[in-house]
Every structure is written in structure tokens, then in C-alpha cells.
């Protein structure tokens, strides 16, 4: 802590994977004596930059940019770009540590890294998105490159923002190389990517249930956010039987107690990509639902929860309503949704619990099968990466129950922070002291 003063966030994230992974590194003295954790908690490189755009008055603005590179030991360095007006340092050094963990359990060759900046995009027409996407591309395509770090989208960051980047990169350097995923599919990108975090989490949760002799058939489910992650989330419990009765956003939650259906997602996908509105109009077209201002939807009774918001959404106490109600699984879509309080309970109650490292690294993993396409030139169809994703998320889960068995449950927390570390630490371990 004293070496990275105001980062809660990061240290948060470090504390939680500390506290799993020390116990396996006292038994495995050769991460011990190679300062393995000590090295891991370092990036590998932190760029920051000063981003100068044009607002549609003429001001100019100033906004700062940052590429954190975590680890490359497995591969080029790979994570998303986030534009929120709450991002720090502090915020992306937690999920690029989050991400060099995630990128090793997805079993592609993929080193950790995360950016962004303190713009925000809210109110922001879209020649005021481009030119900010172009100037922070202007400075950032330095630092990247297909085989050296490639980013993808997060929190504010979808198609639109990385199409203008993408477009941007191109023109400056003339070559079309894969040096950001979740590109459209009309210029490189992958079928599923846009569905691959939702999706992989639903598919994390069919797992998990499946090993406790449960299917998702029949069961509510609460789902926090209302962007990208939330979205195919939603589409995917709909798809296997579950009825989904929240989502959410910064102006609060909607509940639906006829449940969210395909109609209606279709219509909360136009609102919240299109027409770039908040929920509170749904319940204008669908007066039977309601909506809760400026809350979390973790009071509602439902058995199978989806924080696929942000970090520390869920805090210890809502952790406890969820039990009280009879929630049997979380799902984190989100990065660190719950806070470590909240971990504790789920802890104590032995409920499902899937950590977002593993759940939501379908993500990521998607995003790897686009540079895998990049370079081969080609383009597979959408059921064969779908396939391929389920296959991904299956590994997942089972390397998370390899490492965090522990008879009578498994700690999915554990299991991913082991499973992600060994195979980093194995090759910085092969690569001696650098
Ligand atoms: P989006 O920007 O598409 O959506 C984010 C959603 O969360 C929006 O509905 C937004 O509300 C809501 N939200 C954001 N901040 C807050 C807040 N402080 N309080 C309440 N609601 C908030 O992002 P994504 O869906 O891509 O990302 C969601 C989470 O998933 C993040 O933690 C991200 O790191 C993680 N993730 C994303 C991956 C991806 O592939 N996109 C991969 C792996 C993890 P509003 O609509 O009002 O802005």
C-alpha cells in the first residue's frame, strides 16, 4: 500500500488473490523464492498520456490516457480500454492484474494489460466520441501492435468507439492488422465477440449447476447492468429457460415481474445503443414493470444473481439479502462486482460463486479467437465459435474445481486465482531473473 498510495481498487484485488494464493505458494517454495507474487503485483509498464480533442463549440479539451501493460510472460499483452470519468491509475492496475489471470485461465496465449480514460462519454455527440477516439488513438498506437498489446472494449468502449480507433490506427500506420478485437464483423472482427462475455458467464453458470445436478430451466434470475455484458447475459438465460426479472443502470433498476423476454431485450439493446437513454423509460412501454431510482436490484427474490455492472456493486450486506432470499449462485459478468465483504459471505453460505476472472473470461477469450482469425485471414462462423466458447468456459470451470475442490464445495475464488497464477509464474519462472 505504501507503494501505490490512493489505489484502493488495486489493492483490493491484490488483498483477494493474496489471500488464496499465499497458502499454495508457502507449499510450492519455487514461486516462494523467485518473489513470483512480489513481481506479479508490478506491471510490467505503465504509459500514461495527455489526450487533446476538440468539443463541438471549438473548445479544445484535455483528458488523460493510460495503457497499463500487467504481464506479458504468455503472450502479447491483451485487455479492454475503459472511458468512464471514474478512471484512475489506481482503477486500471486492478483489472489489468485481474486480466493476467483471466487471459491464463482462458488457455490462449494472452499476457495482461488494461487502458482507458477520464473521458466521458455520456451527452457526448458522436463527432465529439470520434475525435476523442482519434486522439487517444494518435498517442496509443505507439504502444501497440498485433503481437505486442492488443486492446478491445470495456465500460463505454463498444463497437462505435472501436471502430473510430480501429479506423484511426489504420490511417496513421497503413497496415490492417488485428491490433484491436471486437472490431465489426465487416473489418476483421469475430462472430460472438459481441455476445462472448454474456454468454461465457451464462455458460460458467450452466456449469457450476450442472456439477450440483441443477439446469438453469425454470430459475429467476436477477442481472445488474444494462450494456454490453448485461445484454447477452440476459439473451442467453432467456435462450436456456430462466426467466429474468432485473437489469439495471446509473439511474437504478427495473423490475419485471412477467420477466424481461426476447421483445423486450431487443427493445432495452435500441435504448441503451441506439438512442443512448437511461432504463427508467421502460417502464413508459411496459407499465406493469417498476422502477427503483438510484438502487441495486439485490433485494429481489430470485435464485440465480448476474452482477454484470461494475466493481463493488454488491457489498457485504447485499451479499446477505441475496442469501436471505434464497439466491443458490452468483455469477460475476462484472469486473469485482463484490466487494471482499461480500465474498466472505458467499464464502460462509457455500453458495455457487463464480469469480469474474473465470465467468467473465468468455470476453477475452472470443477476443483471442479474433487475432487467432486475424491471422489467418479468415472468418468462422457463428456456431463455430459459439461452440468453441462453450468448450472455453467448460475448461475454465474445471480448472477452477481442480484447484479449489474442497469436498464438500468448491471455492471457484480459489481455484481461479491458482489456475490463472501457475501457468505465469511457470514461464517467468523459466525465464530467470528479468
Ligand atoms: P457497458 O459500458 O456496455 O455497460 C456498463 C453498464 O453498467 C451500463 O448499463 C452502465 O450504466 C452500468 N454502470 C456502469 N457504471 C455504473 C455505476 N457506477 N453504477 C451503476 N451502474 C453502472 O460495459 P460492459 O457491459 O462492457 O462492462 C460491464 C462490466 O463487465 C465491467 O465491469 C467490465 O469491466 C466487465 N467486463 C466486460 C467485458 C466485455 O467484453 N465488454 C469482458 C469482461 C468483463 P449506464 O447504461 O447508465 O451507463
Known amino acids: ?53 476538440q468539443d463541438d463549440k471549438g473548445n479544445v479539451r484535455v483528458n488523460r490516457g493510460f495503457r497499463v501493460q500487467f504481464n506479458g510472460a504468455i503472450g502479447p499483452y491483451k485487455g ?55 486522439a487517444y488513438m494518435t498517442e496509443l498506437y505507439h504502444h501497440i501492435g498485433k503481437d505486442t498489446d492488443v486492446p478491445a ?13 480501429f479506423g484511426q490506427y489504420r490511417r496513421i500506420t497503413n497496415k490492417f492488422t488485428g491490433v484491436l478485437t471486437g472490431k465489426g464483423l465487416a473489418f476483421g472482427g469475430s462472430n460472438v465477440r459481441k455476445e462472448a462475455t454474456g454468454y461465457g458467464s451464462v455458460y460458467f453458470a450452466r456449469e457450476m449447476l450442472a456439477r450440483k445436478g441443477h439446469t438453469l430451466d425454470g430459475k429467476t434470475a436477477i442481472v445488474s447492468g444494462a450494456g454490453n455484458v448485461a445484454q ?54 411496459y407499465p406493469d414493470a417498476k422502477f427503483f431510482p438510484n438502487e441495486h436490484p439485490w433485494g429481489v427474490k430470485a435464485q440465480l444473481a448476474f452482477p454484470s455492472a461494475t466493481q463493488n456493486e ?15 449462485l452468483v455469477c460475476e459478468g462484472a469486473n469485482m462486482p463484490s466487494t471482499n465483504e461480500a465474498l466472505k459471505v458467499f464464502e460462509k453460505a457455500k453458495i455457487l460463486f463464480g469469480p469474474g476472472k473465470a465467468a467473465n ?56 486465482n491458482i489456475g490463472g497464477f501457475v501457468k505465469v509464474a511457470d514461464a517467468m519462472l523459466a525465464y530467470g531473473v528479468l
Open 1 to 53: 500500500k505504501r507503494r501505490n498510495p490512493g489505489q484502493p481498487e488495486f489493492h483490493q484485488a491484490v488483498e483477494e488473490v493474496a489471500e488464496k494464493l499465499i497458502p499454495f505458494i508457502n507449499d510450492n517454495p519455487k514461486y516462494l523464492n523467485a518473489s513470483i507474487l512480489e513481481r506479479m503485483t508490478e506491471p510490467d509498464r505503465v504509459v500514461s498520456f495527455r489526450v487533446t480533442w
Open 80 to 134: 479492454g480500454l475503459r472511458f468512464d470519468k471514474s478512471v484512475t491509475l489506481g482503477t486500471l492496475k486492478f483489472l489489468g492484474f485481474e486480466q493476467v489471470f483471466k487471459n491464463s485461465l482462458t488457455t490462449l496465449p494472452m499476457g495482461g494489460a488494461k487502458g482507458g480514460s477520464d473521458f466521458n462519454p455520456k451527452g457526448k455527440s458522436d463527432n465529439e466520441v470520434m475525435r476523442f477516439c482519434q
Open 153 to 165: 472494449g470495456d465500460i463505454g468502449v463498444g463497437a462505435r468507439e472501436i471502430s473510430y480507433m
Open 232 to 285: 447477452y447475459t440476459v439473451e442467453k438465460l432467456i435462450h436456456l429457460g430462466a426467466k429474468v426479472v432485473t437489469m439495471s443502470d446509473r439511474s437504478g433498476y427495473i423490475y419485471d415481474q412477467d420477466g424481461i423476454d426476447a421483445e423486450k431485450l431487443q427493445y432495452i439493446i435500441h435504448l441503451k445503443t441506439v438512442k443512448r437513454g437511461d432504463l427508467s423509460s421502460y417502464v413508459e412501454d
Open 314 to 328: 454488491l457489498d457485504g450486506e447485499a451479499a446477505k439479502t441475496l442469501i436471505k432470499n434464497g439466491c443458490i
Open 361 to 416: 473470461a468468455g470476453g477475452v477469450a472470443i477476443s483471442g479467437l479474433e487475432m487467432t482469425q486475424n491471422s489467418m485471414r479468415l472468418q468462422w462462423t457463428f456456431e463455430e465459435v459459439d461452440e468453441r466458447l462453450q468448450q472455453i468456459m467448460k475448461k475454465i470451470h474445471d480448472k477452477c474445481v481442480e484447484y479449489g475442490d474442497e469436498d464438500d464445495w468448491v471455492d471457484y475464488v480459489k481455484g481461479a
